[in-house]
């Protein structure tokens, strides 16, 4: 079946334009989740969704960055006011539920900031 | 807080020579522990994971990782390394009550001499 898909796979901007980048989970996974990997180093936590809504947000840097999942499938994170140290690539994983169950990732969104 | 170490951020051996990939862990309670690949230019993908049952665990590939609390460890191992398995490769824990997000270690680079 079709795994985690992620769009765009790249995006360049510009600092301090707003970006959104999306993610469709895996059918019927309740669990959605956002990491972000900047070069050389393991993915980092950023917020987990059990359905619509974040159980989990204490990874977001600072409030510029804002995700959603209005319908409990396809989620989108926002960032505002970019800046370069948000380059990155940005992760998205879902999973059956919570807990042990195994986390399928998509292959990433590489953002620039220029 | 839970956190990872990776010992060595790059390893490299011959074909057919033994895999030995180091993940040490520290969890305030009982940990969920994974070991993921990631291939150039692919997404992440679940080798094997521990959730408090057997603590050696199989996973795909031939690769097998063993949970030892007394050293707060879980290696990665592979009896003969061929070409195919060069990447990345990222060792997880979370915890088995509460938060569901992964901490990740910053990564081992395998290269496999011919």
């Known amino acids: 079946g079709a795994g985690v898909s992620q769009t765009p796979s790249n995006k360049v901007t510009e600092k301090g334009k707003y970006v959104e980048l999306r993610c469709d989970p895996i059918?019927?996974?309740?669990?959605l989740y956002w990491y972000r990997q900047s070069l050389g180093q393991g993915p980092e936590f950023l917020i987990y969704?059990?359905?619509?809504?974040?159980?989990?947000d204490s990874g977001l840097p600072n409030d510029r960055f804002f995700a959603v999942r209005p319908e409990g499938s396809v989620s989108t994170l926002k960032i505002q006011r970019t800046e370069r140290g948000d380059s990155a690539v940005y992760l998205c994983a879902s999973s059956l539920g919570g807990g042990a169950d195994t986390q399928y990732f998509g292959p990433g969104t590489r953002l620039t900031v220029l | 807080a839970q956190s990872v170490t990776q010992l060595g951020s790059h390893v490299s051996v011959s074909e057919g020579a033994l895999v030995l990939l180091r993940c040490n862990y520290s969890s305030s309670v009982p940990p969920y522990l994974f070991w993921y690949v990631q291939y150039p230019n692919q997404g992440l993908q679940l080798l094997l994971k521990y959730t408090s049952a057997a603590t050696l665990v199989k996973g795909i590939n031939g690769f097998e990782a063993e949970f030892k609390k007394s050293e707060t460890s879980f290696h990665l191992t592979k009896p003969s390394a061929h070409m195919s398995d060069a990447a990345e490769y990222f060792c997880a824990v979370s915890e088995s009550q509460g938060a569901q997000k992964l901490v990740f270690g910053q990564g081992t680079r395998l290269t496999i001499n011919p």
């Open positions: 969704f059990q359905g619509t809504g974040a159980a989990d």
């Open positions: 059918s019927g996974h309740t669990a």
